[in-house]
């Protein structure tokens, strides 16, 4: 299998599930609005900004050169549209719903990779699940919403098509990973089971920067804790298919989330 499929914003979404299905991954194009990209790049610049960027350690999972912020939906309220945009709501209907009653945020987080950064080591997003045997059954979606042009050398994804679907004694060779092309406002998609990681930046002063959202089965514990990422005061006015996608719902019908917010608005 062979590079990265891709879809405009308006093409039918079944067709782009069954692309996302086979390759492992999809790249729609036009899924943010330029106004919607500069907002959230406004929304987060203080912290981007005071993030720092560790020299490299070659055995650390994140490369050196490299800046990450987490609790981006208690930061940006345009990040909280672009978690629900309904092309992200169609994937996870076809790929989580069919295995959970509903699907929750799983990590939210700010990814800007700088000159000199090298391969991300390559893993799954699904690796958070070690109890299930590869190829595991279908627990989490991922999405990287490009917030800056992403390059073969500036750092765009690396990704192995098809990875997916193996066992847990196949191997990647080199010529099996490609790297995510595409330009602002674009959304890599790619299933739990792909192998991927940031890839290296070699240009000497481009920055690459992503939103990487990914979302997970509702019964699975969420990779970043929402639960103190958004204090509950501020959850609380949110509307509830938010509240339900960060993981504050109450209706998933099998009684896992179950609180009582009278404490917290002191009643
Ligand atoms: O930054 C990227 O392109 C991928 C990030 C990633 O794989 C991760 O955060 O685990």
Same mark, same amino acid.
């Given at each position: $299998?062979?590079?990265?499929?891709?879809?405009?914003s308006?093409?039918?979404?079944?067709? $782009?599930?069954?692309?996302?299905?086979?390759?492992?991954?999809?790249?729609?194009?036009?899924?943010?609005?330029?106004?919607?990209?500069?907002?959230?790049?406004?929304?987060?610049?203080?912290?981007?900004?005071?993030?720092?960027?560790?020299?490299?350690?070659?055995?650390?999972?994140?490369?050196?050169?490299?800046?990450?912020?987490?609790?981006?939906?208690?930061?940006?309220?345009?990040?909280?549209?672009?978690?629900?945009?309904p092309?992200?709501?169609?994937?996870?209907?076809?790929?989580?719903?069919?295995?959970?009653?509903?699907?929750?945020?799983?990590?939210?987080?700010?990814?800007?990779?700088?000159?000199?950064?090298?391969?991300?080591?390559?893993?799954?997003?699904?690796?958070?699940?070690?109890?299930?045997?590869?190829?595991?059954?279908?627990? =989490?979606?991922?999405?990287?919403?490009? $917030?800056?042009?992403?390059? =073969?050398?500036?750092?765009?994804?690396?990704?192995?098509p098809?990875? *997916?679907?193996?066992?847990?004694?196949?191997?990647?060779?080199?010529?099996?990973?490609?790297?995510?092309?595409?330009?602002?406002?674009?959304?890599?998609?790619?299933?739990?089971?792909?192998? *991927?990681?940031?890839?290296?930046?070699?240009?000497?002063?481009?920055?690459?920067?992503?939103?990487?959202?990914?979302?997970?089965?509702?019964?699975?514990?969420?990779?970043?804790?929402?639960?103190?990422? $958004?204090?509950?005061?501020?959850?609380?006015?949110?509307?509830?298919?938010?509240?339900a996608?960060?993981?504050?719902?109450?209706?998933?019908?099998?009684?896992?989330?179950?609180?009582?917010?009278r404490?917290?608005?002191?009643?």
């Open positions: $299998m062979t590079g990265i499929p891709s879809s405009e308006s093409d039918d979404v079944d067709h $782009m599930y069954a692309l996302l299905a086979d390759a492992g991954a999809l790249i729609v194009h036009g899924l943010a609005t330029a106004e919607q990209v500069a907002a959230v790049r406004s929304d987060l610049a203080p912290h981007v900004e005071a993030a720092t960027a560790a020299p490299d350690n070659p055995e650390d999972f994140y490369s050196g050169h490299t800046h990450r912020v987490t609790a981006l939906m208690h930061r940006s309220p345009t990040a909280r549209d672009l978690m629900m945009h092309i992200v709501e169609a994937m996870g209907e076809r790929h989580l719903t069919p295995n959970c009653k509903t699907w929750t945020l799983n990590v939210s987080a700010a990814l800007e990779v700088g000159p000199g950064a090298r391969d991300q080591i390559l893993h799954r997003e699904e690796d958070l699940y070690p109890f299930f045997e590869l190829p595991r059954p279908n627990l =989490i979606l991922a999405s990287m919403w490009a $917030m800056s042009d992403f390059t =073969i050398d500036n750092g765009g994804t690396q990704i192995v098809g990875s *997916h679907t193996w066992p847990a004694d196949r191997k990647v060779e080199p010529q099996e990973i490609v790297r995510a092309e595409m330009p602002a406002g674009s959304v890599l998609f790619w299933l739990g089971g792909v192998l *991927h990681g940031a890839g290296a930046n070699v240009t000497d002063d481009e920055w690459r920067y992503g939103m990487i959202l990914t979302y997970n089965l509702s019964f699975l514990r969420q990779e970043e804790n929402q639960h103190v990422s $958004m204090p509950l005061a501020d959850a609380l006015q949110l509307p509830p298919g938010m509240q996608r960060l993981g504050f719902g109450q209706d998933n019908g099998d009684g896992l989330g179950l609180f009582d917010p404490p917290v608005l002191g009643l």
